[in-house]
């Protein structure tokens, strides 16, 4: 029986009515209306699972030629099933096994059954399309081309410039990938490896998830790479990706995984999927990303000498806790990213505190200060600004990092240490493989302290000035600066 992974339906209860398009009305792009990208995600179907498959040449300047096949359930009766998708050219597309009309409206793609399909049915819609790393004019792609092949970086809404989908979390699916290349690279995707297929001239790899994914969080490399393999706690297997050549000289950081993911179980409770490991990528993007159990890294983090050790290992652990707090727990819509972002963000400060002697309440002092221009650059952590066009990264700011890791400190210091770390682990335990929202999380603590604590949150979550600091009746925050001369 397919997987059928819960979903935001309130969401969908405002748009759906949007995608019962007359028969003869003209395609329009749609959307389920998300405050920060109300172009992405789609109305009326709920994904199941996804099948990628994608054949590299050789070359990360070529586009790959690619087929995505969508098993879906219609959740309202359809005319017209709205994909997402803007950046590869389309050579054909079927629906349930036959050939099926289409085109493209805004980012797009638009299917046209013979017969509306009933809501509460079953379909499948395959694509046939190329799937191009080069980015288009203006935007930022989902692919990252690295000096041996590539890699994928979809956050926040670049994965439909790589395949078709339902591009926004609230719509998680399960995952199989296929990557064919020439021999002599390797490629590696999330989940687990399921087969390996060696011709004379190629070999093609399958991987697939165990549990249910944001098509924001897939992961495909294709390098001259080596794959090195390890176990973690439990007997999880773990497997880093790194440049062939770079093997020995990254392994002590490496080595580093197993305790960490060890020390994480301390806090929230067991690893939440099948397999975990990192991906140190010789490019620069300027970010570090929690793809679903392969998190991707630079690799100058580990062999640039002005980074101390303890910030590197850090941030390692900052992509990790993403696999509980983003990845097994989705954001509802992408104005709650705060609970991505702010638990990341505590668990990096926390680790540098237990282990290099790096004091949290210095760090959370420091971040109060700044917090009231976070707000005013940003917008407050759980109600960001919208990101400029094309610009994925947009909405990663200050005040959805540190600033959301102050709104856990100020809950921290409100309701106790033993209250917040049972609500640390509920949180994870209660909504794991699925979607939650701010006001669940709210809703949560709550229940948790034994107090409403809605009038607490609310100022910490949308007030333009950061709330006085409970325990901590001296922390101000940094008076504005001066304005420049206009003289």
């Known amino acids: 029986m397919p997987h059928i992974p819960r979903k935001a339906t309130a969401l969908l209860a405002s748009a759906v009515t949007v995608c019962l398009v007359a028969a003869g009305a003209p395609a329009e792009p749609l959307g389920i209306g998300d405050r920060l990208f109300p172009h992405l995600g789609n109305p009326g179907y709920d994904v199941a699972s996804y099948d990628l498959s994608f054949t590299y040449s050789g070359t990360n300047t070529e586009p790959l030629r690619a087929v995505t096949t969508i098993d879906a359930w219609t959740t309202a009766e359809l005319d017209r099933v709205n994909l997402d998708f803007a950046h590869g050219e389309i050579d054909s597309v079927e629906l349930d096994g036959e050939p099926a009309a289409f085109t493209t409206a805004g980012e797009d793609l638009v299917v046209t059954p013979d017969d509306p399909l009933p809501s509460g ?22 692919w990252v081309r690295t000096a041996d092949g590539l890699a994928m970086a979809n956050q926040a809404d670049a994965a439909h410039l790589v395949f078709p989908g339902n591009d926004h979390p609230f719509d998680k699916a399960m995952f199989t990938i296929r990557v064919t290349a020439p021999n002599g690279y390797t490629a590696v995707a999330n989940g687990l490896a399921t087969d390996v297929d060696r011709k004379r001239a190629a070999t093609t790899w399958t991987y697939r998830t165990r549990h249910p994914m944001a098509t924001e969080l897939a992961q495909v490399s294709i390098g001259r790479s080596a794959v090195v393999r390890r176990t973690g706690p439990h007997g999880l297997p773990l497997r880093d990706v790194v440049p062939g050549r770079d093997r020995e000289s990254l392994e002590p950081w490496l080595a580093k995984t197993p305790d960490q993911i060890s020390w994480m179980e301390t806090k929230v409770g067991r690893y939440p999927f099948e397999t975990y490991g990192v991906l140190m990528a010789d490019v620069s993007t300027g970010f570090e990303l929690e793809t679903q159990t392969l998190s991707l890294f630079e690799k100058g983090l580990f062999t640039e000498p002005a980074y101390p050790a303890w910030y590197v290992e850090s941030i390692m ?19 709650d990213l705060w609970l991505n972002e702010g638990h990341a963000t505590w668990y990096e400060a926390l680790y540098a505190e237990e282990k290099a002697d790096r004091p949290l309440a210095a760090r959370m002092k420091a971040a109060y200060g700044a917090s009231d221009r976070w707000r005013a650059a940003g917008g407050p952590p759980a109600a960001p600004k919208v990101p400029e066009p094309g610009r994925k990264i947009g909405i990663f700011r200050p005040n959805v990092y540190d600033g959301a890791a102050l709104v856990l400190y100020a809950l921290r210091q409100e309701i106790g240490r033993p209250s917040f770390e049972r609500l640390e682990r509920a949180w994870v335990t209660r909504h794991r493989d699925g979607v939650a929202s701010t006001d669940e999380f709210v809703a949560l603590a709550s229940e948790i302290s034994g107090r409403d604590l809605t009038a607490f949150f609310h100022p910490w979550l949308y007030g333009e000035k950061t709330p006085p600091m409970p325990g901590h009746p001296d922390w101000k925050p940094a008076a504005p600066a001066p304005a420049a001369s206009t003289g």
């Open 121 to 142: 049915s079953w379909m499948r819609v395959t694509v046939r399309h190329t799937s191009d790393p080069t980015p288009p004019e203006g935007r930022e792609t989902g």
């Open 317 to 335: 652990v900052h992509e990790l806790a993403h696999q509980w707090f983003g990845n097994s727990v989705s954001p509802r819509t992408w104005s």
